[in-house]
């Protein structure tokens, strides 16, 4: 069995041993870049690479681009490798952040042909919660080859953004909270506001209480409302940097609504350009 967008921690806990699984601890904190590793190395899922979303998951930042910029993809199919991940093998991301991160990493594999890759639902604080064994053992993967089979059209530039909604032809998502969708609070980014044109769905809305994911039918009910008008290939998630938007597109694939895509550079690129709409309230 393949596991494409969720798994249980159930599940995870079965195949820890199987040798065609990797999983990947995605643990970052945008307040403190190092406390994701450090965290990392005081207990981890046993086997678990650790995947750093700004020195693996993403590019250094340039004058025109967001905060998380894509990864260069020859580079990261090289790490994948050196983490011991090959085209076959089951991926299975988690952090500590309800996948907010490792939606990041789960989504870059998709985009490089990869679909066998979950999000540990929950993440590794439901883990601990059922029980489950932490290590601080690091592991020693046997290095092989990933070869990378790239989807562009996975992705939106701003210019595609820009023609989408003007012509009508692109819902676009925004992720973050509403307050920092309406301008009101804005704790990262110069500009405070969004993509004109943008509705709002805040991650957090995909779970439950207990920071699981939501049942399929639950998200697809309430995706549908957003998205009416739109095939889900008509859809687009932002954020504030590419980042937690990857969450959402995985609520919609979870949910059967296949095909939408990120805007990667997301709101933090958007404000790059003093040319381009800002939105409030």
């Known amino acids: 069995m393949s596991y ?3 798994i249980s921690a159930t599940d995870l806990r079965a ?5 065609d699984w990797a999983v990947v601890d995605c643990r970052f904190s945008l307040a403190d870049s190092h406390a994701g590793r450090m965290a990392y190395q005081f207990g981890h899922i046993p086997g ?4 750093d979303l700004n020195q693996d998951l993403s590019s250094a930042i340039t004058a025109q681009t967001g905060r998380h910029p894509l990864p260069d993809f020859r580079v990261l199919a090289k790490k994948l490798g050196a983490w011991g991940i090959a085209n076959h ?30 999000v540990l639902d929950g993440g590794i604080k439901h883990w601990q919660q059922q029980g489950l064994p932490l290590t601080t053992v690091l592991p020693k993967p ?16 701003a210019r595609a953004v820009e023609n989408g909604l003007a012509a009508k032809k692109l819902r676009l998502i925004d992720a973050r909270t509403p307050e920092r969708y309406r ?27 207990e920071g699981l994911f939501l049942p399929a039918a639950a998200l ?33 694939e979870h949910a059967g609504m296949v095909g939408s895509k990120l805007y990667a550079g997301s709101w933090s690129e958007w404000i790059r350009d003093g040319n381009r709409g800002v939105a409030t309230q």
């Open 4 to 6: 494409t967008t969720l």
């Open 15 to 19: 195949n820890l041993a199987n040798p």
């Open 48 to 51: 678990a690479r650790y995947a």
């Open 89 to 118: 093998s089951q991926v299975v991301v988690y952090d500590d952040a309800y996948g907010a991160f490792a939606g990041r990493l789960w989504w870059l594999l998709r985009c490089m042909g990869h679909k066998k890759v979950a």
């Open 142 to 157: 046997k290095v092989t080859v990933f070869r990378a089979y790239l989807d562009t059209s996975a992705w939106l530039d």
């Open 183 to 209: 301008g009101e609070q804005e704790p990262i980014d110069p500009v405070a506001g969004h993509v004109p044109g943008a509705l709002n769905r805040p991650f957090q809305h995909n779970l439950d209480k």
């Open 220 to 252: 697809r009910r309430q995706f549908a409302v957003l998205t009416v008008g739109f095939a889900p290939d008509e859809v687009a998630h932002n954020c504030g940097s590419g980042v937690t938007a990857c969450h959402n597109l995985l609520a919609m």
